[in-house]
């Protein structure tokens, strides 16, 4: 089945610690999106990526950083510059034939400091 | 920039009633799409229904439909019949339509937890 894969589903990290989270698309999707989600707010765009080799800094970059190497993947790392990382962390990806194509979730990771 | 609005945190409803959500956005842009998302307690976002901006007829699915006045900035969310699996956090989301070849970058409102009761 198509979808997106999001790992880990839980992720723990210690102060000072860099934390890369995984996220893998098998849709053929051209753009793919990593958003932060706090309890009682809306999702907020950290990074998106149109096409392979290039992205965009979304609201909230600072202290994340991504890369797209491959046009399935499209991993976040979380950096000891994030000083406040703990939240839930949902990957998306979407078509870019028109921009009424809706984006698709996998399930999230959920990061907590130690 | 373009920001989305729900006023409504949480509401509650019974089961086989209907129930509105309230979404507002604000905009400078006409050409745009809205999106309502669902998020149950699995915390995955699943897609409920779209609206595009220039197309003046209310979009429907099945029980969920929506009322889209533009001249307002307004876009609400109804669900007739509803049911215990619709028991979840709804939020309204606002893309600008940048032309083919773009990501569609989601702005999205603060969302309304919905109860549906027996």
């Known amino acids: 089945d198509g979808g997106i894969t999001q790992s880990p589903k839980y992720l723990f990290r210690k102060e000072g610690q860099n934390v890369t989270l995984s996220c893998e698309q098998n849709?053929?999707?051209?753009?793919m999106y990593w958003y932060r989600q706090d309890p009682g707010q809306g999702l907020r765009l950290i990074y998106y990526?149109?096409?392979?080799?290039?992205?965009q800094k979304g609201d909230i970059a600072e202290g994340y950083s991504v890369s797209r190497e491959k046009k399935e993947s499209f991993p976040l790392t979380v950096t000891s510059a994030q000083k406040n990382p703990t939240a839930f962390y949902l990957c998306?990806?979407?078509?870019?034939?028109?921009?009424?194509?809706?984006?698709?979730f996998g399930d999230g990771t959920r990061l907590s400091i130690l | 920039a373009q920001t989305v609005t729900q006023s409504q945190p949480e509401m509650s409803v019974q089961e086989a009633e209907t129930v509105t959500l309230s979404c507002t956005y604000d905009?400078?842009?006409?050409?745009?799409?809205l999106f309502w998302y669902k998020q149950p307690p699995s915390r995955q976002m699943i897609l409920v229904i779209r609206?595009?901006?220039?197309?003046?007829q209310n979009a429907t699915e099945n029980r969920f439909s929506v009322n889209f006045q533009k001249a307002a900035k307004s876009f609400s969310l109804k669900i007739s019949d509803s049911q215990l699996g619709d028991t979840a956090m709804y939020f309204c989301?606002?893309?600008?339509?940048?032309?083919?070849?773009?990501?569609?970058?989601?702005?999205f409102g603060t969302g309304t937890r919905l109860q549906v009761t027996l």
């Open positions: 998306a990806s979407s078509w870019t034939g028109y921009s009424n194509q809706p984006q698709h």
């Open positions: 849709l053929n999707h051209d753009a």
């Open positions: 990526s149109q096409i392979v080799n290039d992205f």
């Open positions: 905009t400078s842009e006409n050409n745009y799409y």
């Open positions: 609206q595009e901006a220039y197309k003046q």
């Open positions: 989301a606002f893309t600008l339509n940048e032309g083919a070849g773009t990501a569609s970058k989601l702005t």
